[in-house]
């Protein structure tokens, strides 16, 4: 992985039960969040606008150098929502095996990405990125698992 990160169990309320990690076993691999992240046809964005209404929606998306690039209209909610409160938590539709990512959203501006993240999103979707906003989400935090193994291989990466 080429970002740095500590790895280890997401903090959650004993009443979970998840096991500690022993030798290093239990610990979901980087691998399970890419190749998830890589796979996924569509992803949930929630966002908050000014006055902190959580809004959620689904997106089409790319995994693409370790951070998660999405399109939507400026003056979507979403939009809206991006342009005063950068915050955002992307969530994949499986809940059997879930990746969860938190960071901020930043406009993409880099036309040479763009016309990468572009390519890549027609390869994806046979559909070119919207003529909107496109957004670059690095994490700063990762939590995944398996639903059958959850106590067993909660996952948070934080970088």
């Known amino acids: 992985m080429a970002l740095e ?6 903090k959650m309320p004993a009443g979970y039960g998840i096991k500690a990690p022993t030798g290093g076993r239990g610990l979901l691999p980087w691998e399970f969040v890419t190749s998830r992240m890589e796979a996924s046809r569509n992803y949930w964005v929630a966002t908050a606008s000014p006055d902190a209404n959580p809004h959620v929606a689904p997106v089409w998306g790319l995994w693409h150098d370790y ?4 399109s939507t209209d400026r003056h979507s909610r979403k939009g809206r929502n991006l342009a005063t409160q950068p915050s955002v938590v992307v969530h994949l539709e499986s ?6 990512l938190v960071g ?4 993409v501006v880099d036309p040479d990405l763009l016309g990468r993240l572009d ?8 559909f070119h ?6 957004y670059g989400v690095s994490p700063k935090t990762v939590l995944a698992w398996t639903e059958q193994g959850f106590v067993d291989n909660a996952t948070r990466w934080q970088f």
């Open 119 to 126: 390519a890549a999103y027609f390869k994806k979707y046979a």
């Open 104 to 107: 901020r959203a930043q406009p």
């Open 95 to 100: 809940g059997d095996e879930v990746v969860i």
């Open 67 to 70: 951070a998660f690039y999405f």
């Open 129 to 134: 990125l919207d003529a909107g906003q496109t």
């Open 5 to 10: 990160s500590q790895v280890g169990r997401p």
